[in-house]
């Protein structure tokens, strides 16, 4: 098993520009994660999935927005990167709610 | 909302030695505590966990305590190994309230264990 993956692991961008930030995990998990970690401030949850076909908003939404592809795929996309943003981003899984979360690998972002 | 403060914020040293580090939590209703470990350039990776209805527990060198009238809880690694060396980070939650176990994360502790 791969876990939960990340893709890309590195991006620049420049202000204005969009993307999105690819995320899968093949342990059959029903929950999924986005994070954001900042220097000194741990991490902030930013959306989160429960289920397949629900997505519901954490701690610092505004700017993004996430898709549940399917069971195994949850994407976070940036409409119009803002140098703010500049962040490492982790996906996380867990079987269910309330069970223990399984992070990524990371995406190191940057925005000029 | 939950706030979780943790310290110290970088703590160094030597091979053996006792590492602890401490947090604080605000919301009372908060009852799920885990610690996660994040080694350079990888995700964060739970090591131990406990939840308010136990006073500490144990794996191997790891313990965590927790004490919730003062609602603090801490790690404690004993005989440190230099392969310990990496950024803990605790969490608070209020898991079983029917909703999603919304983590609230501390900013950190870099530790370094020198040989």
């Known amino acids: 098993n791969a876990g939960v993956t990340q893709t890309p692991k590195f991006q620049v961008l420049k202000t204005g520009q969009s993307m999105t930030l690819q995320c899968a995990q093949d342990?059959?998990?029903?929950?999924m994660y986005w994070y954001r970690q900042d220097p000194g401030m741990g991490l902030r949850l930013i959306y989160y999935?429960?289920?397949?076909?629900?997505?519901d908003k954490g701690e610092v939404p505004n700017g993004y927005n996430v898709s549940r592809l399917n069971k195994r795929e949850f994407s976070l996309r940036l409409e119009s990167a803002a140098p703010s943003q500049t962040s490492v981003y982790f996906c996380a899984s867990s079987v269910e709610e309330e069970a223990e979360q399984y992070f990524g690998p990371g995406t190191r972002l940057t925005v000029t | 909302g939950e706030n979780v403060e943790q310290h110290p914020s970088t703590l160094s040293v030597q091979e053996g030695d006792s590492a602890v580090i401490k947090c604080t939590y605000s919301?009372?209703?908060?009852?799920?505590f885990p610690w996660y470990k994040q080694e350079l350039g990888k995700g964060p990776q739970l090591i131990i966990d406990i939840r308010s209805n136990v006073g500490e527990k144990k794996d191997q060198r790891i313990a965590v305590t927790l004490n919730k009238t003062a609602k603090h809880f801490s790690l404690h690694i004993t005989e440190t190994q230099p392969e310990d060396s990496a950024v803990y980070f605790c969490a608070a939650s209020r898991a079983g309230s029917g909703g999603y176990n919304k983590l609230i994360f501390g900013a950190g502790t870099r530790l370094a264990v020198h040989p």
């Open positions: 342990m059959n998990h029903n929950s």
């Open positions: 919301d009372s209703a908060s009852n799920y």
């Open positions: 999935s429960a289920s397949e076909g629900t997505t």
